[in-house]
């Protein structure tokens, strides 16, 4: 004879479930996140050298539930590299986990000249990431809720330009349903804030238009620009300045 287990039963042993893996996930986020606060803390806030290794990175995005790929992994790798060296402002196109990253990286006294600018769209995304700012204080990095608008030939953030640092020396443009075509919007809205040393990372510049437009961006300001990867339309645009 066997028993039957009611119904609400079964959903209330399904929905525990539920909150347990729930709790277990942001434990690991919040153990990760703190990881990645130490690593940084003890490379100076990056200045020293010393960068942020890509597997407790990658174990920060599985554990949100957004595990990276080889390529992702890649993109990530070029932004921790740059950002290490980033003597100045850095501006991203798009709130995301990297934020809280790259503001880890930015965070301490050695790194006191380098504040972070992030983009966003999203009013609710952008009042998270801010949270998480706060909660892990994280400082150096400011959330500018803007919405995206459409321009002449490319969608962009509808923010003043004059609102970010002058002499940036590090853009990041992950692109995003919002800004499609990001690179080219940030090329012409702030690329006149670019530092005379500067770099460009930009991801999803597929279009063969959006291509050649970056191409013919750097011959026209003196930067190299490399395709780092054509399937995943990663560009790398690096400007040095004379001397």
Not at 141 to 160: M, N
Not at 214 to 240: E, N, P, T, Y
Request: charged residues 20%; proline residues 3%.
């Amino acid at each position: 004879m066997s028993l039957a287990i009611p119904a609400a039963t079964v959903r209330g042993l399904a929905s525990l479930r539920a909150q347990a893996a729930t709790f277990e996930r942001f434990r690991g986020f919040d153990r990760c996140v703190r990881k990645l606060r130490a690593s940084a803390s003890a490379a100076g806030g990056g200045g020293g050298g010393g960068e942020i290794p890509i597997g407790a990175v990658a174990e920060l995005y599985a554990h949100w539930g957004d595990p990276p790929t080889q390529a992702d992994e890649s993109f990530l790798r070029s932004c921790l590299a740059e950002v290490a060296q980033a003597p100045g402002a850095i501006v991203q196109c798009g709130a995301s986990l990297l934020t809280l990253v790259l503001g880890s990286v930015c965070q301490g006294e050695a790194a006191a000249a380098r504040q972070l600018w992030c983009l966003e769209h999203d009013a609710h995304w952008a009042s998270v990431v801010r949270s998480w700012l706060t909660q892990y204080r994280i400082g150096n990095t400011h959330v500018i809720t803007t919405r995206a608008q459409l321009a002449d030939g490319y969608v962009w953030y509808g923010v003043d330009p004059e609102r970010l640092a002058g002499n940036v020396s590090l853009l990041l443009c992950d692109g995003a349903r919002a800004t499609p075509q990001g690179v080219i919007g940030a090329l012409e809205r702030i690329g006149s804030r670019l530092a005379p040393s500067s770099t460009v990372l930009a991801r999803h510049v597929s279009r063969a238009d959006d291509v050649r437009a970056v191409q013919a961006w750097a011959k026209a300001h003196d930067a190299a620009c490399v395709v780092v990867d054509r399937q995943q339309g990663f560009i790398k645009l690096s400007r040095r300045a004379a001397g």
